[in-house]
């Protein structure tokens, strides 16, 4: 089994949609966690972190549920600039950092 | 601020041969990141340096890949000798100073094994 588990997708949704992925780790002693965006073909870059008490930024909305171990990030009002791979990263006290396979999500006109 | 620097971009070689990647990070940055991508996976860590000093090189295959950052700036990340599994995307990526733990990625160098 994985580390970090996302969804597989693709997902492929028109424009205004609501998406979810959902990525869930294994690790318990894993202490942050974020999201990363990545473009094809280009380098990962990070979205958002993940907060205890859930968080938003804009359109975007990401939740921890640190008992299940479970982290989930919400797109409202899908643009066509949305579409990317979208990566889960957890993060030990350590310090070491462990990427999801990703979820790639393209948006339709 | 400039961001991560890596060299080359792109790079075929043949299986057997050597090949070696260079990254500069982001000013002030104390941590140091290789990552390997392969196609349609997340970016794999092998290796993480604090300052010049390892942290974390559990996942590197040592018997053909070896990474340095001797003074504590720039790394260098050799394979020798490569097999045709190890084409894919090698990532820097640094951290530290006021960008916490965020992680900072270069462009990448996009590896060819033929």
């Known amino acids: 089994r994985k580390e970090v588990e996302q969804d597989p997708g693709p997902f492929n949704v028109p424009e205004g949609a609501t998406v979810a992925f959902n990525c869930t780790y294994s690790n318990s002693a894993s202490q942050s966690f974020f999201w990363y965006r990545q473009d094809c073909r280009k380098e990962p870059k990070l979205l958002m972190s993940?907060?205890?008490s859930g968080n938003e930024d804009g359109r975007f909305t990401a939740q921890l549920n640190r008992a299940s171990q479970y982290i989930s990030l919400l797109i409202r009002d899908s643009k066509l600039s949305d579409s990317a791979t979208y990566l889960c990263v957890v993060r030990t006290n350590a310090g070491k950092s462990t990427f999801g396979d990703g979820t790639t999500l393209t948006v339709k006109p | 601020e400039a961001g991560v620097a890596q060299s080359p971009r792109y790079k075929i070689i043949e299986k057997r041969q050597s090949v070696a990647f260079w990254c500069n990070p982001i000013s002030g940055h104390a941590t140091l990141y290789w990552y390997q991508q392969i196609l349609g996976q997340g970016p794999k860590l092998l290796i993480q340096f604090q300052n010049n000093g390892v942290v974390d090189d559990s996942q590197l295959p040592k018997d053909r890949f070896s990474a340095e950052r001797l003074k504590g700036v720039d790394s260098t990340l050799k394979i020798q000798p490569a097999k045709l599994e190890d084409s894919a995307v090698y990532l820097c990526a640094s951290s530290g100073g006021q960008g916490g733990n965020e992680q900072f990625f270069g462009p990448g160098t996009r590896l060819t094994v033929l």
């Open positions: 993940v907060y205890s």
